[in-house]
């Protein structure tokens, strides 16, 4: 009892120095920050990495402080009487006068709020005099966590403060309503639709128009784990998880029980937390028993929905071959890169890999086969793709005599990059080159030279990637910073990263799965754990070894 | 076509002038010097031969128009070329840049970087031999606009060699101009070359140009039609250029070169 109040002063002292925390909810645990101070409420969306069009949910105490901020109707006086506090939120219209932040409004004039029940966050919400923004403390897209474990796992110590509540008892995101226009239930949650409907008599509202509103949590890919899943699988195949509502005879060592008696609010509030240590685990697919579509059974199935979302493939090459003259570079491969995954291209010196980067960016046209990316063939709409793409290797360098500021600027230009002064900003924070924006470029060191290359294949936002040796003749420590800058800014912003690199231990720690070329072939392909374990080898070095010295059917 | 992607690509150039005083001392300082040496040439002929008695500054004039051309020419391959030493060629032709985008740029920046040339030269010949070259009244401006014409035509194709054959082409960069020169008839008549060599300068617009020149300050006289065949012969050479320059592009995605340049 006496830690819960030295927390609960320890959390308010923080949120009043508009630092953000995370606070424990009967639905999931909330990165929370006042959602009356801009300052506040930017750091949340920093540290979540949340796109700022996506709104937040502001949390309140009572009605009596949710009146300050927005106006209220008799719809919602019902729900919140038979609801509130519990796990629904509601979209209201914002008063003029309201203090809160219109960054977490997304300049709108609608607000979501909601009622938490736990207690440790009622105490907190009563003893500060401004509702919390708090979206669920977890990196955008990825799964809600529902245990002080869970946030530090997420966030490691860039989060200063776990405010310990337990497990989240439900397990599941709130019930979304939006009260703005005739009532409807914008994001299945806690409260079962049912009985919220059956509690607003529709026909005093048919009236009125639906109103499309952007809310919290709705986006398509949410809660996703970053691995495929397979939905109403009646059995699970060689090393997929297999999520199980029901107890099975045959035990698996890949099955994961949310619930062994159906029980669907169990199944609900253990859900989170099975992704989460299947995917601690390394499972790279996962399978789930159907689950019945009924009370809690449809946030669950809504969830499981959105996690199931496949990944689209931002590359596909599809059977390219590249002749020079009698010679054949490239002998007809395809290979898809995924969003969000970065795939190792490698083989030895001549075997056709800088050919196929060459054809990916358009500066080779491919004898036959065809390439898309995003959707969009190569071919037709050279333009509009590169603009989207972008590339670098040691080969090929920026204007040696201007300086870094000056490369960066004109690239954005030549890309029509908006807000060019922001972007040379963060790029220059992300990477280090502040303090070299005013010098030659041509006077650089390698590695200095190295991230300013990668700023300038990072001015357009590219949505893939393509790196040629992007370490090489660099130092450990700058290889190091270059190979971390990758993975963070990749699972940032969801691009995909196309690496022909020629240092196994970077491919081994950078890509999902790697395809090794020869002679202008694909002799081989998969994670490189799956090639080591196959090709009964230590490391992926000696794979690659094996491969470019055997004698194989295709020499 | 993008304006912004086309003012991104002269700002590349424009930085690279600003910022080194031995590139603007070399755009000043050679055809300050050229014009000097024919303003001297000029002046021992004025009294010397009867032919130029009538128009002292004819071989300056001529002189001036002549490294106006040969600044534009080279100027655009000169900037095509830096792409190729500074090692960014392969970054431009990744960037979204149209054809189109990226030639108008070049065209651009090419008349800056002659006009930055020309201007002081041409100031330099009102007091050092009391001639001005304006003494051509308007037609000076076609004649300029006929020049500039030919002699982006010239960087135009050269550029396309570049990318047909790779940076091996360099070395026909600088003598495209030496070898065109005989034909051009630019200080002397056409009557001047035997036969054949006439027939071929007449396929030129150079010869036009330079015959017209001649006329206006010789005879106080204007022929309209030696303007009106150098733009004829301009635009022809002009159109297989931008068509050459395509095809090359293309013949180069076949060939590797756009991805091999600078090595």
Not at chain 1, 134 to 158: C, L, M, R
Not at chain 1, 418 to 427: G, M
């Amino acid at each position: 009892m006496k830690k819960n109040v030295s927390n609960i002063k320890k959390a308010i002292k923080y949120l009043n120095n508009n630092e953000c925390i995370a606070i424990p909810t009967e639905t999931v645990y909330g990165l929370a920050g006042n959602a009356y101070s801009d300052k506040a409420v930017s750091r949340v969306y920093k540290l979540k990495k949340r796109p700022k069009s996506n709104p937040l949910i502001a949390h309140y105490y009572s009605i009596n402080y949710l009146k300050k901020d927005c106006e209220i109707n008799d719809t919602f006086i019902k729900l919140y009487k038979k609801f509130c506090p519990g796990p629904i939120s509601f979209v209201l219209k914002l008063k003029k006068k309201s203090r809160v932040s219109k960054i977490i409004t997304n300049n709108s004039n609608s607000l979501a709020v909601r009622f938490p029940s736990h207690p440790l966050t009622r105490k907190l919400l009563k003893r500060i005099n401004y509702p919390l923004a708090a979206p669920s403390a977890n990196i955008s897209t990825s799964i809600s966590p529902v245990s002080k474990q869970d946030v530090v796992d997420e966030f490691g110590p860039k989060l200063k403060f776990v405010l310990d509540g337990g497990s989240s008892k439900i397990g599941l995101e709130s019930t979304i309503i939006n009260l703005i226009g005739k009532p409807h239930i914008l994001r299945l949650g806690g409260i079962n639709s049912k009985l919220i409907y059956k509690l607003i008599n529709p026909l005093e509202n048919k009236n009125k128009k639906k109103i499309k509103i952007k809310v919290p949590g709705t986006s398509k890919l949410h809660y996703s784990p970053g691995i495929p899943v397979r939905l109403n699988a009646k059995k699970n195949y060689q090393n997929e998880a297999y999520i199980l509502i029901k107890k099975r005879k045959k035990l698996d060592k890949n099955y994961f029980y949310i619930s062994k008696t159906s029980n669907l609010k169990e199944a609900a509030k253990n859900l989170y937390k099975t992704l989460r240590i299947i995917k601690k685990n390394g499972y790279k697919k996962i399978a789930i028993e159907k689950i019945p579509n009924i009370n809690i059974g449809e946030a669950i199935n809504d969830r499981i929905l959105r996690a199931s979302k496949k990944m689209k493939n931002l590359i596909e090459v599809k059977n390219i071959k590249k002749n020079y003259g009698k010679k054949e570079a490239v002998k007809g491969i395809s290979f898809n890169v995924e969003e969000d995954e970065i795939l190792g291209l490698l083989g030895p010196n001549g075997s056709g890999k800088t050919t196929t980067i060459g054809m990916l960016l358009g500066l080779l046209k491919p004898t036959s086969g065809q390439i898309f990316i995003n959707n969009l063939k190569l071919e037709e709409n050279r333009i509009k793709i590169l603009e989207m793409i972008n590339f670098i290797s040691p080969y090929i360098e920026l204007p040696k005599k201007l300086t870094v500021k000056q490369n960066l600027y004109v690239y954005s230009k030549l890309y029509k990059v908006q807000n060019i002064k922001e972007r040379i900003e963060y790029l220059s924070e992300k990477l280090r080159i502040g303090e070299l924006l005013n010098s030659i470029t041509g006077e650089l060191s390698s590695g200095q030279k190295n991230r300013v290359s990668l700023a300038k294949a990072l001015v357009n936002e590219p949505k893939v990637l393509l790196l040629d040796e992007p370490t090489a003749s660099l130092d450990p420590e700058v290889g190091d910073f270059v190979r971390t800058f990758l993975e963070e800014y990749k699972k940032e912003k969801k691009i995909s990263i196309l690496l022909a690199s020629h240092n196994m231990n970077e491919v081994t720690r950078l890509c999902k799965s790697v395809l090794m070329m020869k002679n202008g072939e694909i002799i081989d392909q998969g994670k490189p754990e799956d090639l080591i374990t196959k090709h009964g080898r230590t490391n992926l070095e000696e794979v690659f070894l094996k491969l470019s010295r055997s004698k194989s059917e295709f020499n | 076509m993008s304006l912004t992607r086309i003012y991104g690509l002269f700002l590349r150039h424009f930085y690279l002038i600003t910022r080194s005083f031995p590139r603007i001392l070399d755009l000043v300082y050679w055809p300050s010097i050229q014009i000097t040496l024919w303003g001297f040439i000029s002046n021992f002929f004025a009294t010397h031969t009867t032919y130029y008695n009538n128009a002292v500054g004819v071989i300056l004039t001529c002189a001036i128009l002549y490294d106006f051309l040969f600044r534009t020419s080279i100027g655009f391959n000169m900037l095509f070329l830096e792409e190729i030493w500074s090692r960014n060629f392969t970054n431009l032709f990744i960037a979204p840049m149209r054809i189109g985008e990226i030639l108008t740029s070049l065209v651009i920046t090419a008349l800056i970087r002659s006009l930055i040339g020309l201007v002081p030269a041409i100031l330099l010949t009102s007091p050092l031999f009391g001639i001005s070259i304006l003494d051509l009244g308007i037609f000076l401006f076609f004649l300029f606009l006929s020049l500039y014409i030919f002699g982006i035509t010239l960087g135009i194709l050269v550029s396309s060699g570049l990318l047909r054959f790779g940076p091996s082409f360099e070395n026909i960069a600088w003598s495209t101009m030496f070898l065109l020169a005989p034909f051009g008839c630019i200080y002397y008549p056409i009557e001047t070359l035997p036969e054949i060599f006439q027939r071929i300068a007449y396929i030129l617009p150079l010869v036009y140009i330079f015959e017209e020149a001649r006329n206006i300050l010789i005879n106080q006289t204007v022929n309209i039609e030696n303007v009106y065949y150098a733009f004829i012969w301009n635009a022809f050479y002009f159109s297989l250029s931008i068509a050459l320059f395509y095809y090359s592009f293309n013949a180069a995605k076949n060939k590797g070169t756009l991805i091999n340049m600078g090595e």
